[in-house]
C-alpha cells in the first residue's frame, strides 16, 4: 500500500488547521495537526497529549508515545491504517527533516503551503492586537525561509480556496490521488485526531458547526487604514518578489517549475535548536540538551 504525507505549510494564521482538516477528512486520510509541537514541544502544553477528540489518553497518540521521531511516519502509519497522513505542523525544520525521514522509510511526500492575500493576512494578525509591522514581519519571514529552504511545494492561495472550494478541492486531490469524497471541506463531519493547531478551526471542528469560514468583514476602523496598508506594500520589494514567487508555484499553474534539492540554512539549526531550548521552561530536570 503506497504511503503519503501531505505537509500543510503556511504562516500561522492562514488557513493551515483548515485545510489539514479538509484533506483528512475521508476514511484513507488522517488528520494530525500540528504533531511537530508534540515531539519538540515549546509550550507547556505541548507536553500533554493535545487531541482534539478532547481525551487526555487518546489511543491514536498513547500508540505512539515514546516513539523515536525519525521512524515516527512508519510507525503511524502501520497503527492507523491509513494511506494518507496531513501534517501542519508549519514548522520548517521539521519540514526539512521529515523529508529526509521519509525517503529512508520510502513514503512520498507532497506539500502544499497555503497563504493569504496581504491585507487579509495583516488583518487576522491586527485584530489580536498586534501591529502592521508585526504582520509583515511575520508574512515576509516566513515564506522567504520557504523559498531558501528548497522545499517543493504547490501554493493554494486562502481566497481562492474558501471562495471556490470544490474546484480547488478537485485541483488538490488530483495530485494527492487521494479518494474524491462528496462534502469533503465538511471537515467537522468526521471525528478528527489532530494536535494543538487553530483554537478557532478546532472547536468547528468539535462543535460540527456546518459552514466553512469565508473572508471576513474588516470593521472601519482597519477599513481607514488599508489605503496606508497599500501604500507600503507597494513600496515593500521584498514583499512583491515573495507573492510573485508564491503565484509562479501556484497549485494551478500548469507550468510551474518545481523546486529541487533541499538546503539547510542557517535559520535551520536555529529553529531546531530554539525549540529543544524552550523546552527547559517547564522546569523539567529530564530535559536534556
Ligand atoms: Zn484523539
Known sequence: ??????????????????????LGSDN?????????????PFREHHFTIDCNCGNPKC???????????????????????????????????????????AKKQNIEVIN??????IIDYIFSI??????????????????????????????????ELVNNTDTMLDVITDITKQPKVENRHQFWVKEHHHLFGSGGTRNQAKEGESKIKTKESFPEEFVKQIPDFKNRIERDKQLSRILLKLEQI?????????NHGIRKPLWYYYLKIHNRFKTKFPSSS????
Not at 112 to 117: E, G
Open 28 to 40: 484513507e486520510s488522517f488528520s494530525m495537526g500540528e504533531v511537530c509541537a508534540w515531539f519538540r
Open 1 to 22: 500500500m503506497g504511503k503519503t504525507i501531505i505537509n500543510i505549510l503556511g504562516a500561522g494564521r492562514s488557513g493551515t488547521t483548515m485545510l489539514d482538516l479538509i
Open 126 to 159: 491586527w485584530k489580536r492586537g498586534e501591529s502592521v509591522d508585526a504582520a509583515l514581519y511575520r508574512y515576509k519571514l516566513y515564506y522567504k525561509r520557504f523559498f531558501e529552504s528548497g522545499i517543493d511545494a504547490y501554493a493554494v492561495n486562502f481566497d
Open 286 to 289: 529530564k530535559t536534556k540538551f
Open 59 to 101: 489511543k491514536y497518540w498513547l500508540a505512539l508515545k515514546g516513539v523515536d521521531e525519525s521512524k515516527f511516519y512508519t510507525h503511524a502509519f502501520t497503527k492507523w491504517n491509513v494511506k494518507y497522513i496531513i501534517d501542519s505542523s508549519k514548522n520548517l525544520s521539521w519540514m526539512i527533516d521529515g523529508h529526509s525521514w
Open 250 to 258: 501556484d497549485v494551478k499553474e500548469k507550468n510551474r517549475q518545481p
Open 112 to 117: 502544499f503551503i497555503i497563504y493569504k492575500p
